[in-house]
């Protein structure tokens, strides 16, 4: 099936789900009478979808400094989407990926992984309302494999039976919770841009159907039960903060913005597999990251001793 693209108010937009319950309507939307729900659980219940095109991110590069900058990035675009019925009920959230490239290491694949979702779409007035819980997800991409210094690391786990982080299903993982609430992992995605600092022109997007807003803070890797794996994950994130300008630095606030183009039909065996064929796509090196030869020293060390 094509996805159909289509104007305002026409090819089966009902509406309704975001009146049903007095309590999800703004200022300040109260979603909690919904369960979340997984991600993938609900696809073949998805009737529409807005892709985000512009996935704009931004967060502070040294937080807690006197006087710290920020970073704003946009994200690969059109991977992120919001899928939901013809009454509005969201039930599925692709969120962003990224690649953060080193020249001794090659390129980290990061990806902001939806752990549960629930929430609503009004297509008439353009706005919507969602809750979020995400984990952040590092690995090495398929390209960083062939480098020598990978090699040797990835071989080392590989004898000892010890989780590298090669893939996603072995990815390093980064707990996240709602600012300044570290208990709560559930976090809103909210109609309207980001508050709380101003946002260059270059990072905006008047082109886009409706624009929304999330911001969540970084929390610390989950362990996985392997001590040397999750001192060897621990030196990788130090590594992807230097080429990242610190974007998951423990308490640091990631926020981003999505924009979205007009809705769109959906083909639910095509959202399977959307976001799979995309992350195989990603295996570019791209990003500026700092010289690490100190950390990769600090690695090779750690791996001359018997595990």
Partial sequence: MELKKYTDGVAGWQGGFAESNPDFAYPTPNLTSLPMLDNMANIDLLQRQQAVQWPEFSWETDKGAADPKRCFQMFAPDISRLGYTDAGRVYSIICPQQGISSPSLGTLNVEVTVTGQRG????????????????????????????????????????????????????????????????????????????????????????????????????????????VVDAFNSLIMDVFNLGAGNMLQLGNVLTWNVWFTQPELVNTEEWRTHAQRWRESIDADHGSPMERAQKLSTLMARLSKPI
């Avoid at 982080?165 to 841009?193: C, R, W």
């Fill in 120 to 227: 609503w779409v009004d297509e008439t007035n353009r706005e919507l309302a969602a809750d979020l819980s995400v984990v952040g997800k590092i690995w090495f991409s398929p390209s960083a494999m062939q480098n020598p210094i990978v090699k040797l690391l990835w071989d080392h786990f590989e004898k000892s039976k010890q989780p590298f982080p090669s893939d996603k299903s072995k990815a390093i993982v980064v707990y996240t919770h709602k600012v300044d609430e570290h208990e709560q992992p559930v976090f809103p995605l909210m109609k309207g841009e980001s508050t709380g600092f101003d946002i260059p022109d270059f990072a905006k997007h008047p082109q886009a159907w409706s624009v929304g807003s999330l911001g969540v803070q970084i929390g610390s890797n989950i362990k996985t039960g392997y001590p």
